[in-house]
DNA sequence: GACTTTTAAATGTCAGACAAATAAAAAATG
DNA sequence: CATTTTTTATTTGTCTGACATTTAAAAGTC
């Protein structure tokens, strides 16, 4: 592990990137205790502020974590399906908020994503897994459902869906985008007659699903993206007349 | 913006939340300058090491950018396709080493993920895409080519297949995943005969594409899942009968 | 007016100190 | 001897204060 005295860019960064490419190459592994703090500011020739900054850079990316005490320490982090789910989501969500992506096109990913892993899920998914397509479905159907309760559920029986599939790396990649159109879901307000559509889309779905029709599943996922598309329009068109 | 000076968690890791919650909820916008770092300081009630601390941590993500200098200071940093597409492909490369990914779970990932955009890349793709395509295949031909850049030039052929469906949040996610497989990949050494067959495939799925037939480059695509996967189960089965 | 110099403000870095947590070692206790 | 308590050493978390470096604007100079 080493830095480069002529480079340019922050030390700590510096430093950052050649613990982070340490971990890459297997150089260090998980649970393997990084040296102290101290020792570390030793080795690079910096001082120990430096040496924190950069361990706070790869503790923002769930690289190391850190324990106080006597046999504490900078520890190599096992990157979890869960830290990696979780920052999906956040990148996917600033992604999205932040650089103007149409309705249309984060649709059109979401539900291109969602039809890969139907016929896998129409394969594999759990009786439990199915059973939760269904009851969210249920809850659907409740009117006094809020609009926000309303996309969460939907955003529920989507994972349940994806989870069906039983391939992490799948679930992982997948559920950020689906939990990463959220905020844009919840801008439209849906009528009751919308989410009656919506809900007998979600049962032809999950019937698909029951019957091992990954096809029909895919098939479903595309009148729903049509669906949404067509309500999604009709609420802009609405509000563009209405300023 | 504010902390809880009761929780336990460190103060860098509670500040740096509460900017982010900020920039999440819209508080702070793109290229909007934060407070200096005294400033924050001030407000947060802490020493300023601390707020640098939280400020890495920001920086580490590409919420923020920093300058120096007399209107310097930290940034809202407007999170680029192609930020995000790094930060996944280091995350999902670190996922797969670190967890004990079987090869099968992260093809069968890959090849899902691809099939949902080969209708979309058949539909759009430019004639520079295609291009890219042919002339990867061409340079898949060659015989003096090592196995890294056969690889190298694989990894390129699907990135132009994912980028053809003119999607950017398809291709910062499906790229990440393609690109993450490649330490994988790079495990395998493939004969003569298997460079043969995988330029076949290359071949036609890239003739499907060019005849906007959706459906063909997905069964070509599945037909290369399967090779891939036979490939792979060969190598693995004579290095375990040859210690 | 164009160029140079100065100045002020901001981040980057350093040094040293103390607080707090934690586990191991040592001491006290029954 | 076994158990409990106390001490101690180590490590991260935080603070204070200082100086270096970069940068743009202000002031000065020709």
Chains 1, 2 share one sequence.
Request: include cysteine.
């Amino acid at each position: 592990m080493k830095i480069d005295p002529n480079s340019s860019a922050d030390l700590s960064a510096q430093i950052a990137q050649a613990i982070k490419d340490a971990i890459i190459i297997g150089e260090l592994i998980v649970d393997q205790r990084l040296p102290s703090e101290a020792e570390l500011a030793d080795h690079f020739q910096v001082s120990r502020p430096t040496v924190r900054e950069a361990l706070k850079r790869l503790a923002a990316q769930s690289l190391i974590r850190t324990q106080r005490g006597a046999t504490g320490g900078a520890f190599v982090n096992r990157l979890s399906f869960e830290d990696a789910h979780a920052q999906q989501v956040t990148t996917s969500t600033l992604l999205l908020s932040m650089n103007a992506v149409s309705f249309e096109t984060a649709c059109e990913a979401r539900y291109a994503l969602e039809r890969a892993c139907a016929p896998l899920s129409a394969k594999r998914r759990s009786a439990d897994q199915l059973a939760t397509m269904r009851a969210e479905i249920f809850r659907q159907t409740q009117p006094n459902l809020s609009d926000e309760a309303f996309c969460a559920s939907d955003v529920a029986f989507h994972r349940a869906l994806v989870d069906g599939a039983g391939n992490p790396v799948l679930s992982y990649q997948l559920a950020g985008a689906v939990e990463a159109m959220q905020p844009l879901m919840n801008m439209i307000t849906f009528t009751a007659r919308d989410r009656a559509s919506i809900v007998a889309l979600h049962s032809q779905i999950a019937d698909a699903i029951d019957q091992g029709a990954g096809t029909d599943a895919a098939q479903g996922l595309t009148k729903l993206e049509t669906e949404t598309l067509r309500m999604a329009q009709k609420v802009f068109e609405t509000r563009a007349s209405k300023p």
